[in-house]
């Protein structure tokens, strides 16, 4: 009977470890599953990017896509329903880039007027890098604004969100005097977009690299005599 306990007892634990390493292998074999998706995706959407830099939007096809990436008009069609998806997967990948950066400029130890400061200029420039950089999709920069617009809504919310926390610490520190923080950071938001295109021409740029004590002066002074 001693044995026959032993044998129901080491047969439960086997029985136990087995449930939980098939577990296991099904959720390695899930995460794995879902890396590759991501892969896949990720390849499909840089090379799309390339061609649409390269033959601009409107003379790019998804078969073109299918056949650049290697992986076939099927695969490219379960991950995106036609052309204009995978262009807003670029272009959100691509503003991506401005969240990254500007990230790194809220991790920088700066007081919050400079931190301000920094932030307007790092948005302008990475901008101006993306578009530069893709080509073709610089045209399409210009005469689809309503399209990225319709895709950097999150973006757009980011900044606002880290445009307050940076006022917020200016008026802990006595620097800033503004009553709605948020009102204020959407303001500098738009304001700062309303710029993002003569920037990129390069209308702007020169005069914001060699002035910008006067901008700054201007931000935070205004046009009220001191």
Same mark, same amino acid.
């Given at each position: 009977?001693?044995?026959?306990?032993?044998?129901?007892?080491?047969a439960?634990?086997?029985?136990?470890?087995?449930?939980?390493?098939?577990?296991?292998?099904?959720?390695?074999?899930?995460i794995?599953?879902?890396?590759?998706i991501?892969?896949?995706?990720?390849?499909?959407?840089?090379?799309?990017?390339?061609?649409?830099?390269?033959?601009g939007?409107e003379?790019?096809?998804?078969?073109?896509?299918?056949?650049?990436?290697? %992986?076939? !008009? &099927?695969? =490219?069609?379960?991950?995106?329903?036609?052309?204009?998806? +995978?262009?807003?997967a670029v272009?959100?990948? @691509?503003?991506?880039?401005?969240?990254?950066?500007?990230?790194?400029?809220?991790?920088?130890d700066?007081?919050?007027?400079?931190?301000?400061?920094?932030?307007?200029?790092?948005?302008?420039?990475?901008?101006?890098?993306?578009?530069?950089r893709?080509?073709?999709?610089?045209?399409?920069?210009?005469?689809?604004?309503?399209v990225?617009? %319709?895709? !950097? &809504?999150? =973006?757009?919310?980011?900044?606002?969100?880290?445009?307050? +926390?940076?006022l917020?610490?200016?008026?802990? @520190?006595?620097?800033?005097?503004?009553?709605?923080?948020?009102?204020?950071a959407?303001?500098?938001?738009?304001?700062?977009?309303g710029?993002?295109?003569?920037?990129?021409?390069?209308?702007?740029?020169?005069?914001?690299?060699?002035?910008?004590?006067?901008?700054?002066?201007?931000?935070?002074?205004?046009?009220?005599?001191?």
């Open positions: 009977s001693v044995a026959v306990e032993n044998f129901d007892f080491f439960k634990i086997l029985s136990f470890m087995f449930f939980y390493s098939s577990q296991c292998l099904i959720f390695v074999k899930t794995y599953y879902l890396i590759m991501a892969k896949t995706k990720d390849i499909l959407v840089d090379v799309a990017r390339k061609l649409f830099a390269e033959k939007f003379n790019t096809t998804m078969n073109d896509i299918a056949l650049a990436s290697q %992986k076939g !008009r &099927r695969t =490219l069609y379960t991950y995106f329903k036609s052309k204009e998806d +995978i262009y807003f272009v959100e990948t @691509e503003l991506d880039q401005i969240k990254n950066r500007l990230d790194d400029v809220m991790q920088k700066l007081r919050p007027d400079d931190k301000l400061v920094d932030f307007i200029y790092t948005h302008l420039d990475t901008i101006k890098d993306i578009v530069n893709n080509g073709n999709l610089k045209a399409d920069f210009f005469s689809n604004i309503s990225v617009e %319709k895709v !950097r &809504r999150k =973006l757009d919310l980011r900044e606002r969100v880290m445009l307050k +926390i940076i917020e610490k200016g008026i802990e @520190e006595g620097l800033f005097s503004i009553e709605d923080p948020y009102f204020a959407l303001m500098i938001n738009n304001a700062v977009k710029m993002e295109v003569p920037y990129i021409r390069g209308e702007l740029e020169y005069q914001m690299k060699n002035k910008r004590k006067q901008i700054t002066n201007f931000l935070f002074f205004g046009l009220k005599q001191k």
